[in-house]
């Protein structure tokens, strides 16, 4: 979804709404909050929105490659000490600055070992390190099944060529794609969150945006 980002293919993402209670409904946006009531009741909950409001500023991780090195070395949690690896970024020393996974270091190393270029997670992405920045344009909350074929297009659904020409892919399947950007979007989700995530029909946040 980061490349689909950068060729201007996704302005949405859909992230499940947590916190909501059983047996209530949404009853509307606030300014970055969903407001949620038992139906014919009075109960009223509302839940802060996770990616803000319009105008708000995003910044994406991603897949990176830094160069560094590893140590062994003890920290200190809670008031305890911790034996283990650490990687030590050096980055920062260097004229290049990171990589990314279309653009990849000639050498990569493996394992744990000395200075050298290493392919890092998504997760442990430094804020220096990340090349996409968003500008939330709209956040709503609306139920999962209830994406339009325009906002299945906008979140990246990825078209395919071949015989397929018209046709979105099945991330369950490549064998096959779907005339549906819908059904696309819809494997896409259960590849990401799991069988069945689909069915569940969560509630989740919508959220536009554009990238500055």
Same mark, same amino acid.
């Given at each position: 979804?980061?490349?689909?980002? /950068? ?12 916190? #909501?209670?059983?047996?209530?409904? +949404? %009853? @509307?946006? @606030?300014?970055? #909050?969903?407001?949620?009531? #038992? ?27 830094? +160069?560094?090195?590893?140590? %062994? ?16 970024? /050096?980055?920062? !020393?260097?004229?290049?600055? %990171?990589?990314? /996974? ?33 500008? #939330? ?8 099944? !209830?994406?339009?074929?325009? !906002? ?9 060529? @071949? ?14 794609? +779907?005339?549906?950007? %819908? ?25 536009? +945006?554009?990238?500055?």
């Amino acid at each position: 979804m980061v490349q689909a980002i /950068l060729a201007g293919r996704k302005t949405q993402t859909r992230r499940i709404l947590k916190g #909501v209670p059983d047996g209530m409904v +949404f %009853y @509307g946006n @606030g300014n970055g #909050v969903a407001d949620f009531m #038992v139906e014919g009741g009075f109960t009223h909950k509302q839940i802060k929105l996770r990616y803000g409001v319009p105008g708000d500023q995003l910044w994406v991780r991603e897949t990176f490659y830094a +160069f560094g090195r590893w140590e %062994y070395r003890t920290t200190q949690k809670k008031g305890k000490d911790h034996d283990g690896w650490h990687f030590l970024d /050096l980055t920062d !020393d260097l004229d290049s600055g %990171y990589r990314y /996974l279309n653009d990849p270091p000639k050498v990569v190393m493996i394992g744990r070992g000395g200075n050298g270029w290493y392919k890092r997670p998504s997760l442990f992405m430094p804020r220096a390190a990340s090349r996409i920045l968003l500008e #939330v344009v709209n956040n709503r909350v609306e139920r999962l099944q !209830d994406i339009s074929e325009a !906002d299945a297009i906008a979140e990246g659904v990825e078209p395919i060529g @071949g015989m397929f020409v018209g046709h979105y892919k099945n991330y369950l399947n490549n064998a096959y794609g +779907f005339i549906s950007p %819908y059904n696309s979007y819809m494997t896409l989700w259960e590849y990401i969150n799991g069988p069945e995530s689909w069915s569940k029909n969560d509630y989740v946040t919508a959220t536009s +945006f554009r990238r500055i």
